[in-house]
């Protein structure tokens, strides 16, 4: 039942969306949602929705996790980094793409959640941490960095932080527009940008707000 409800996700919503590669869609395959949605809310685990998280926070929409997979294009061999955990689901998405997960959540409620979840589903190879991603400063660099809040202010932070050839996903804006954007790091002291869609999805906490003009 799960798995047909499963397989109807990835071809009715996700696959609908423009997520065409296939190893994007074989790893929402792989990877259950049910598990990682509260108990209260375990009906829509498979509904192209947003999922209320303690805290106030939500779980992304599996269309916007498919394309935010798809645009990382992850190879398998990646060092992965993830600016909030929620409950786990993307971060076991990010593993089952990549090589190995750090990721970073500012709740403590969430991050022992995302913990648990990805403990019970037995994946390795993940560190959830507990802490203010606008303030920590990771060890090393990462080939591929997903940012699953928005930034009402584009912040480069988090573009210092890609290897050379590394990719960024990150959503820019306030509601009711946001632009999701895939950030390259060509070189040392370039990067490109490339506008994907549009969406609207939490604001990061903490980061940084328009400045408001006052007359």
Same mark, same amino acid.
């Given at each position: 039942? /799960?798995?047909?409800?499963?397989?109807?996700?990835?071809?009715?919503? @996700? +696959?609908?969306?423009?997520? &065409?590669?296939?190893?994007?869609?074989?790893?929402?395959?792989?990877?259950?949602?049910?598990?990682?949605?509260?108990? %209260?809310? =375990? *009906?829509?685990?498979?509904?192209?929705?947003?999922?209320?998280?303690?805290?106030?926070?939500?779980?992304?929409?599996?269309?916007?996790?498919?394309?935010?997979?798809? $645009?990382? %294009?992850?190879?398998?061999?990646? =060092?992965?980094?993830?600016?909030?955990?929620?409950?786990?689901? @993307?971060?076991?998405?990010? +593993?089952?793409?990549?090589?190995?997960? /750090?990721? #970073?959540?500012?709740?403590?409620?969430?991050?022992?959640?995302? +913990?648990?979840? &990805?403990?019970? &589903?037995?994946?390795?190879?993940?560190?959830?941490?507990?802490?203010?991603?606008?303030? *920590?400063?990771? /060890?090393?660099?990462?080939?591929? #960095?997903?940012?699953?809040?928005?930034?009402?202010? *584009?912040?480069? =932070?988090?573009?210092?932080?890609?290897?050379?050839?590394?990719?960024?996903?990150?959503?820019?804006?306030? $509601?009711?527009?946001?632009?999701?954007? &895939?950030?390259? =790091?060509?070189?040392?002291?370039?990067?490109?940008?490339?506008?994907?869609?549009?969406?609207? #999805?939490?604001?990061?906490?903490?980061?940084? %707000?328009?400045?408001?003009?006052?007359?």
């Amino acid at each position: 039942m /799960q798995a047909d409800a499963r397989e109807q996700m990835i071809e009715n919503q @996700v +696959r609908a969306w423009e997520v &065409l590669n296939e190893r994007v869609l074989d790893t929402l395959r792989k990877v259950p949602r049910e598990p990682f949605v509260p108990p %209260h809310f =375990r *009906y829509l685990a498979y509904a192209d929705m947003e999922v209320p998280l303690p805290g106030g926070q939500h779980m992304l929409r599996p269309s916007v996790v498919g394309r935010l997979l798809q $645009a990382l %294009h992850l190879s398998g061999t990646e =060092r992965v980094f993830e600016v909030g955990a929620g409950s786990g689901f @993307v971060t076991a998405c990010l +593993r089952a793409a990549g090589a190995a997960v /750090q990721s #970073i959540e500012l709740l403590p409620e969430l991050a022992d959640m995302a +913990r648990r979840n &990805l403990a019970t &589903l037995g994946v390795q190879d993940i560190e959830i941490l507990t802490g203010d991603a606008v303030q *920590y400063e990771p /060890q090393g660099r990462f080939e591929a #960095i997903a940012v699953t809040a928005s930034l009402p202010v *584009y912040d480069p =932070r988090f573009q210092k932080r890609l290897a050379v050839g590394g990719r960024l996903f990150v959503v820019v804006g306030e $509601a009711p527009v946001m632009e999701a954007r &895939l950030i390259r =790091r060509v070189s040392e002291d370039v990067w490109t940008t490339e506008g994907l869609f549009e969406t609207v #999805i939490d604001p990061l906490i903490n980061a940084t %707000h328009p400045v408001e003009f006052t007359f």
